[in-house]
C-alpha cells in the first residue's frame, strides 16, 4: 500500500478501529456508523491487505473520472451517472461434513481469501485463487463495472427519450381531445343558434297573425297589447342574430 493511502481508505481504517474498541456498539447503530465507509468485512489481521486493495480501486476509478457517492446508507461507486453497489469481504467456503449414522450437513469454514463484490441483486464477485490474487483482477473489475454503467446509462438515456416522446404524444392527444370537444360545442351552438333563430321567426309570425286577428275586431284590450309587447320583446332574447347586432 502506498506511503499515503487514499483519505477514504484512512477514515475506514481509523472508524473501523474505533468500532473495534467500542463492543457495546448495538448492530443498528454499526449500520448508520459504517454507512459513508467502504464496505470491508474482514478479520483485523486480513485488514492490511483489504485497505491496499481498496486504495488500488479508488485510486483507478479516480484516475478515469469517476468516484462515490453514499445512497441508501451505502457507500457507492458513481460512474456516468449510474451507481454500483460492492463490497470486499472474508470469503467462507461451503463445506458438506457427514455425521453420526450417514446423515450429513452444510457448514461455512472461514478462509484468509478475499472476494470482491460488486451489484445489489446478481452479483458479480471475484475471489482469490492459488495462481491470481484479486488485486491482479482490477483492470477486469473496472472495466465490468464501467461496462455496467455505460450500459445502463444508456439504458436511462432511451428511457427518458421514450418517456418524452410518450410525453409529447399525451400532450398531441389531449390537444386533439381538446380541438373535438370545442368542435362539438361550436356546432352544438350552431344547432341551438339555427333552432332560437326558427323558434323567434316563428313566435313573430304568430304574433303578426294575431295582431290581424285582433285588429279585424277593431278592439284590442290593454292586457293583449301587454302580451303582444312581451312576446316580441321574447322573441328578441330568443333571437341569436339580435345577439350578434348587440355585440
Request: aromatic share 10%; proline share 3%.
Amino acid at each position: 500500500m502506498p506511503n499515503k493511502p487514499h483519505p477514504l481508505v484512512q477514515k475506514t481504517k481509523l472508524d473501523l478501529e474505533k468500532l473495534d474498541e467500542n463492543n457495546q456498539v448495538t448492530w443498528g447503530e454499526r449500520k448508520n456508523y459504517t454507512g459513508s465507509l467502504l464496505p470491508i468485512s474482514v478479520e483485523p489481521k486480513l485488514r492490511s491487505r483489504a485497505f491496499s486493495f481498496m486504495d488500488g480501486l479508488i485510486n483507478l476509478i479516480e484516475a478515469n473520472g469517476h468516484g462515490f457517492k453514499i445512497a441508501y446508507n451505502r457507500l457507492h461507486i458513481e460512474m456516468y451517472g449510474q451507481l454500483t453497489e460492492f463490497n470486499l469481504r472474508q470469503k467462507y467456503y461451503r463445506l458438506r461434513v457427514k455425521g453420526d449414522y450417514s446423515f450429513s450437513h452444510n457448514t461455512f469454514v472461514k478462509s484468509d481469501d478475499l472476494e470482491f463484490q460488486v451489484g445489489s441483486y446478481a452479483r458479480k464477485g471475484w475471489i482469490d485463487k492459488k495462481t491470481i490474487k484479486i488485486e491482479d483482477y482490477l483492470p477486469k473489475i473496472y472495466s465490468h463495472i464501467e461496462e455496467k454503467s455505460k450500459k445502463w446509462a444508456e439504458h436511462r438515456r432511451h428511457q427518458k427519450i421514450e418517456e418524452k416522446k410518450r410525453e409529447a404524444q399525451r400532450k398531441l392527444e389531449e390537444e386533439k381531445e381538446m380541438l373535438i370537444v370545442i368542435e362539438n360545442e361550436k356546432t352544438e351552438i350552431l344547432i341551438q343558434n339555427a333552432s332560437n333563430y326558427k323558434t323567434a321567426h316563428e313566435i313573430r309570425l304568430y304574433l303578426k297573425a294575431l295582431e290581424q286577428k285582433l285588429n279585424l275586431r277593431h278592439k284590442i284590450d290593454e292586457s293583449l297589447r301587454d302580451y303582444i309587447h312581451w312576446a316580441y320583446n321574447k322573441a328578441n332574447e330568443i333571437d341569436p342574430l339580435l345577439d350578434e347586432i348587440k355585440d
